[in-house]
Nanobody, 129 residues
Framework: QVQLVESGGGLVQPGGSLRLSCAGS????????MAWFRQAPGKEREGISC?????????YYSDSVKGRFTISRDNAKNTVYLQMNNLRPEDTAVYFC?????????????????????WGQGTQVNVSS
């Protein structure tokens, strides 16, 4: 079993930056594809980024975050990151990380919540002036 804990959320002004972290325990994350999702009030959970297992060379970004967000992984620390730059008010949401050992992340393939077996509890991000 994989346990995931997100951190790094908070309040930031439009145009600002935040870096979210997702720390894993219970199992190494090396063999898991990792993803970030977000869910705003009244909206469905949206898959925004994914990074493949092991070397993480293959990544996916949704159109809504492409060019602004960067996903990365540090297998030595069993942690995945989401660097968020040029934040907008519409980025306000609860951000979740997720893991799955069977999924392959591809730049052209959107990810959905059903693809992932393990989830963190989420961290709130508020973008407001």
């Amino acid at each position: 079993q994989v346990q995931l804990v997100e951190s790094g959320g908070g309040l930031v002004q439009p145009g600002g930056s935040l870096r979210l972290s997702c720390a894993g325990s219970g199992s190494t994350l090396d063999y898991h594809a990792m993803a970030w999702f977000r869910q705003a009030p009244g909206k469905e959970r949206e898959g925004i980024s994914c990074i493949n297992r092991s070397d993480g060379r293959s990544t996916y970004y949704s159109d809504s975050v492409k060019g602004r967000f960067t996903i990365s992984r540090d297998n030595a620390k069993n942690t995945v990151y989401l660097q968020m730059n040029n934040l907008r008010p519409e980025d306000t949401a609860v951000y979740f990380c997720a893991a799955d050992s069977d999924l392959y992340c591809d730049s052209g393939q959107a990810v959905t919540a059903l693809d992932f077996h393990f989830w963190g509890q989420g961290t709130q991000v508020n973008v407001s002036s």
